[in-house]
């Protein structure tokens, strides 16, 4: 049973468009979410994170939007770069992050040129 | 500040044997995870050591354990090797336990079982 899905396995965005990126879940225990962004070869990187007591959250490009009654979050990148093109994964975790954290199996963001 | 160190990068290993993957941590880091990835199942949680305890296990058998040394170094083993066990094992380590401190990954340990 996946907890975390990530629904689109691919996403092709014009540079200099807005890239949006999908994310729902089916515990709602979870109270804390995040992205990471993943090139090849190398581990994911930590982007942004939301707590459940907020529903946006803003750091430069990138912005993550959480809607709790629909559970689904997305993840808006703004504007898109060529060096954005990555898996990007959401991430989700409930009390304190004790059971570790729940991937969705990521999103491979094409920014074409 | 150099990142999480995870040797050796490539393992091939034969069926019915064991492994010992190494992650060392960002230097003043004390928490360190462990996930699996697949290809099927993407990135799962195997297990967390914080200040030389394991706090928390994942859904996985008896055959993946693991430990953390007081310099806050891990490992992690698997024994009775299958073929299912083909994955890229990724150590993470981060100042706190919990959420809300951010995981930093290494570049991970790619697993082949023949």
């Known amino acids: 049973d996946q907890q975390v899905k990530q629904n689109s396995p691919s996403l092709s965005v014009q540079e200099g468009r807005i890239s949006i990126l999908n994310c729902d879940y089916t515990?709602?225990?979870?109270?804390?979410f995040l992205w990471y962004k993943k090139y090849p070869a190398e581990g994911p990187t930590f982007l942004i994170s939301?707590?459940?007591?907020?529903d946006k959250n803003e750091d430069g490009r990138f912005t993550v939007f959480l809607n709790k009654s629909a559970k689904h979050l997305s993840l808006h990148i703004v504007p898109s770069q060529p060096g954005d093109s990555a898996v990007y994964f959401c991430?989700?975790?409930?009390?304190?992050?004790?059971?570790?954290?729940?991937f969705g199996k990521g999103t491979h963001l094409i920014i074409q040129p | 500040k150099a990142g999480v160190t995870q040797t050796p990068r490539y393992l091939i290993k034969t069926r019915g044997q064991q492994v010992t993957l190494s992650c060392s941590p960002i230097s003043g880091h004390r928490s360190v995870s462990w996930y699996q990835q697949t290809p099927g199942q993407g990135l799962q949680f195997l297990f967390e050591?914080?200040?030389?305890?394991?706090?928390n296990k994942g859904n996985f058998p008896g055959r993946f354990s693991g430990r953390q040394f007081s310099n806050s170094r891990s490992e992690m083993n698997v024994s009775t090797l299958e073929l299912g066990d083909s994955a890229l094992y990724l150590c993470?380590?981060?100042?706190?336990?919990?959420?809300?401190?951010?995981?930093?990954f290494g570049n991970g340990t790619r697993l082949t079982v023949t």
């Open positions: 050591y914080f200040s030389e305890t394991q706090r």
């Open positions: 939301i707590s459940s007591i907020k």
């Open positions: 515990n709602s225990m979870f109270d804390y």
């Open positions: 991430a989700a975790s409930e009390g304190g992050g004790a059971d570790g954290l729940t």
């Open positions: 993470a380590s981060s100042l706190w336990t919990g959420s809300n401190s951010p995981l930093h």
